[in-house]
C-alpha cells in the first residue's frame, strides 16, 4: 500500500511535529521548574508572613507593657529626668522650715545608669514635726531624692538647726542637667 | 480557450487543516506563556515580599530590642525610687523614735544621727533620771552605750551619749567569743 502525501502535509505534519516538540520541551524544562519554584516560594512567603505577625504580636504586647508601665511609674521617670533646681526645692519645701539653705550640687557617684548628686542642707525648724512633714513631702517632689546621714540637729535658742545631705538621683545620660544647675 | 465549466477557486495557502493546526498551537502556546509570564510575575512579586517582610522583621525586632531595654531601665528607676522612698520613710521613723524616747525631763541641745551611731548632747537634772528613763532605752536598741557627764552650772548635769551599732558579723563574732 502506497501512502501518497502531497508536499503540503508533509509541512503541515512536520510543523506540527515541531511545535508538539516545543511544548513539551517547554512544558518539561521551563514551565514544571519554574512552578516548582512557585511553590516553594509561596511556601517560604507563608512561613515568612507568619513569623512576621508573630512578631508583630509580640511588638504590640511589649509596646502594651512599655505604655503601662510609663504610664503607672509616670512620676518616678519624670523625676529621673527632671534636672534639680535648688530655687524650686526651696520654694516648694520652705513651708515646712523657717529657714532652708541648699548648697550647690556636686557630682557623688559615676555610675552606669543614675547619676548621684550630693546637696547640702542647713534648716531651721521650730519643732520635729517640719522635719516630719518634709520627709514625708519629699517622697513625692519632683525629683528622686533620698535624705542621707548625717543629720545633725542642733539647739538654736527657739529653734531647731538641722543640718543634712540630700542625694538627688537622676539618669546618667543627662549629663548636662548638672552644667545647668551648676550655672 | 476554458477548459473547465465551472470557475476556479481561489488557493489559499491557509488550508482548513492548517488553520485547525494554528488554532491548536496558538492556544496551546498562549496558555503555556501566560502561565509561564503568571509564575515569572509571582516569583517576582514573592521576592518583593520577602525582602520587605524581612526589613519590617529587622525594624520590629530592633523595636521590641529598644522597648526590652526601656522597659528594664524603668523597672530599674522604679526599684532604686522605692528603695529611697522606703529609706525617707524608715529615716522619718527613726527620728520620730529618738525625740519620742527622750523623756520631758531631760532637754537636748544636740542630736547626731548617723548610720550606726547616735550623738546625744543634753542637760539632765541628775543621773539617776538619765539612766532610767534615756540610758535604759538606748541600751536595748544600741550595742555599745557610753556616757559622760559635767556639770552644767544650775545644778543640772551636762551629758554627752554615743551609742553605736555594731555590724551583725562582729556582734556574732563577740558572741562565740563570749561563749568560748
Given at each position: 500500500m502506497k501512502i501518497n502525501l502531497s508536499r503540503q502535509y508533509i509541512y503541515l505534519i512536520s510543523f506540527s511535529a515541531f511545535l508538539l516538540i516545543f511544548?513539551?520541551?517547554?512544558?518539561?524544562?521551563?514551565?514544571?521548574?519554574?512552578?516548582?519554584e512557585y511553590r516553594k516560594s509561596r511556601v517560604d512567603a507563608k512561613t515568612?508572613?507568619?513569623?512576621?505577625?508573630?512578631?508583630?504580636?509580640?511588638?504590640?504586647?511589649?509596646e502594651a507593657t512599655l505604655?503601662?508601665?510609663?504610664?503607672?511609674?509616670?512620676?518616678?521617670?519624670?523625676?529621673?529626668?527632671?534636672?534639680?533646681?535648688?530655687?524650686?526645692?526651696?520654694?516648694?519645701?520652705?513651708?515646712?522650715?523657717?529657714?532652708?539653705?541648699?548648697?550647690?550640687?556636686?557630682?557623688?557617684?559615676?555610675?552606669?545608669e543614675f547619676a548621684v548628686y550630693e546637696v547640702s542642707a542647713v534648716s531651721k525648724i521650730s519643732s520635729p514635726k517640719g522635719f516630719y512633714d518634709f520627709l514625708d513631702a519629699i517622697n513625692k517632689?519632683?525629683?528622686?531624692?533620698?535624705?542621707?546621714?548625717?543629720?545633725?540637729?542642733?539647739r538654736d535658742s527657739e529653734l531647731i538647726k538641722s543640718t543634712f545631705t540630700m542625694n538627688v538621683y537622676c539618669n546618667a545620660k543627662d549629663e548636662n542637667s548638672t552644667k545647668k544647675v551648676e550655672k | 480557450m476554458k477548459y473547465s465549466y465551472i470557475k476556479?477557486?481561489?488557493?489559499?495557502?491557509?488550508?482548513?487543516?492548517?488553520?485547525?493546526?494554528?488554532?491548536?498551537?496558538?492556544?496551546?502556546?498562549?496558555?503555556?506563556?501566560?502561565?509561564?509570564?503568571?509564575?515569572l510575575y509571582k516569583d517576582y512579586s514573592f521576592t518583593n515580599e520577602l525582602v520587605h517582610i524581612t526589613n519590617k522583621k529587622n525594624r520590629l525586632e530592633t523595636n521590641i530590642a529598644d522597648m526590652k531595654v526601656q522597659i528594664l531601665f524603668i523597672k530599674k528607676e522604679n526599684v532604686l525610687a522605692q528603695k529611697i522612698q522606703t529609706k525617707n520613710a524608715v529615716l522619718k521613723d527613726s527620728i520620730t523614735n529618738l525625740f519620742d524616747l527622750v523623756p520631758e525631763r531631760i532637754t537636748l541641745s544636740e542630736a547626731k544621727l548617723d548610720e550606726k551611731s547616735l550623738l546625744l548632747k543634753g542637760i539632765t537634772p541628775n543621773k539617776d533620771v538619765y539612766n532610767f528613763m534615756l540610758q535604759a532605752p538606748l541600751r536595748s536598741i544600741f550595742h555599745r552605750t557610753y556616757s559622760s557627764f559635767y556639770p552644767a552650772g544650775n545644778g543640772w548635769l551636762s551629758f554627752v551619749s554615743t551609742n553605736y551599732t555594731d555590724d551583725e558579723k562582729t556582734v556574732s563574732q563577740k558572741e562565740i567569743e563570749v561563749e568560748n
Open positions: 511544548v513539551l520541551l517547554f512544558a518539561f524544562l521551563v514551565l514544571i521548574p519554574e512552578g516548582k515568612q508572613i507568619k513569623e512576621l505577625h508573630k512578631y508583630q504580636y509580640f511588638n504590640d504586647e511589649t505604655k503601662e508601665l510609663q504610664k503607672k511609674h509616670r512620676h518616678i521617670i519624670v523625676a529621673f529626668d527632671a534636672i534639680f533646681n535648688p530655687n524650686k526645692f526651696q520654694k516648694q519645701h520652705k513651708n515646712y522650715f523657717s529657714s532652708l539653705e541648699i548648697s550647690k550640687l556636686e557630682r557623688k557617684t559615676n555610675e552606669k517632689s519632683d525629683w528622686i531624692i533620698g535624705i542621707d546621714f548625717p543629720i545633725d540637729f542642733v | 476556479p477557486r481561489n488557493k489559499s495557502a491557509i488550508t482548513p487543516e492548517i488553520k485547525l493546526m494554528l488554532t491548536f498551537f496558538s492556544i496551546t502556546l498562549f496558555m503555556l506563556f501566560s502561565t509561564y509570564a503568571f509564575l
